[in-house]
């Protein structure tokens, strides 16, 4: 079994691959190692190969990981990735360095109020809807640029730019145009004045592709930590 240094290290020769097609410099990516389900030890390993960003999906989860791995707080950067609901904003303030699910100005309020003052500010992403569907998370792209401006004002929080989580397809061309519809949206953000530097999109089967888009950062994790048990986590 290739052990997780290793699959660490395919998948940034995935990422340095799709940087030279799409003639973007390797560091303009960041790996985001998605640690969802795997255990604070699997986190361990990942650091000792030279990782430092994780994201979790769940915030018990993600609390109960950051505290097993309290010794090595200051070198790491935690990431929360999914659904986030209001009554689970003050622990995630507190808590987390970085929100990439920001879907409601409501919850951003909250974030931004409950951030504690000794901290940087908390970075966030807003989470887009990009394919539609009614009952998937995200902003509506035509309820995105009045939140964006109004995030981007709040003092507890660094507004950095977008992110999406496209329905799952194999065909590179579908992924390709989920991940431009997205850098689209960031194109306008920054052309209408927001100082964004942030697109959160690609993961395990499309990295390749949002990096042709665009991405600043990929989420991977079943290519790092293998399948996780639980189907849909
Ligand atoms: C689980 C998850 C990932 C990682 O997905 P893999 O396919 O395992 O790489 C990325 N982003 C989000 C929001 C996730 O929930």
Redo the contacts with the bound molecule.
């Keep these: 079994m290739a052990t997780i240094a290793a699959n660490i290290q395919q998948v940034h020769d995935r990422m340095a691959r799709a940087c030279a097609l799409a003639q973007r410099p390797v560091q303009s990516v960041t790996l985001l190692t998605?640690s969802?389900t795997y255990s604070a030890d699997a986190v361990r390993e990942a650091v000792a190969a030279g990782e430092r960003r994780f994201?979790e999906?769940y915030v018990q989860e993600g609390v109960d990981k950051i505290s097993e791995l309290i010794d090595l707080r200051d070198r790491l950067e935690w990431h929360l990735?999914?659904p986030l609901q209001s009554n689970k904003t003050r622990v995630v303030a507190s808590q987390f360095d970085w929100v990439h699910t920001v879907d409601r100005l409501k919850i951003a309020e909250r974030l931004s109020a409950q951030r504690p003052p000794g901290l940087a500010p908390l970075q966030v992403c807003l989470q887009v809807n990009t394919s539609g569907e009614a009952n998937k998370s995200g902003l509506g792209p035509a309820e995105l640029a009045p939140v964006a401006r109004a995030v981007a004002a709040l003092p507890g929080l660094r507004l950095r730019g977008l992110m999406a989580?496209p329905e799952p397809t194999a065909d590179p061309i579908e992924q390709r145009r989920a991940h431009r519809a997205l850098r689209d949206l960031f194109d306008r953000l920054r052309a209408d004045g927001l100082d964004l530097d942030t697109l959160s999109m690609g993961?395990?089967?499309d990295l390749e592709a949002a990096i042709l888009e665009g991405a600043t950062i990929v989420?991977?994790?079943?290519?790092i930590f293998g399948a996780r048990i639980q189907p849909g986590r």
């Design positions: 998605v969802k994201g999906n990735i999914g989580i993961m395990t089967a989420r991977v994790g079943t290519a």
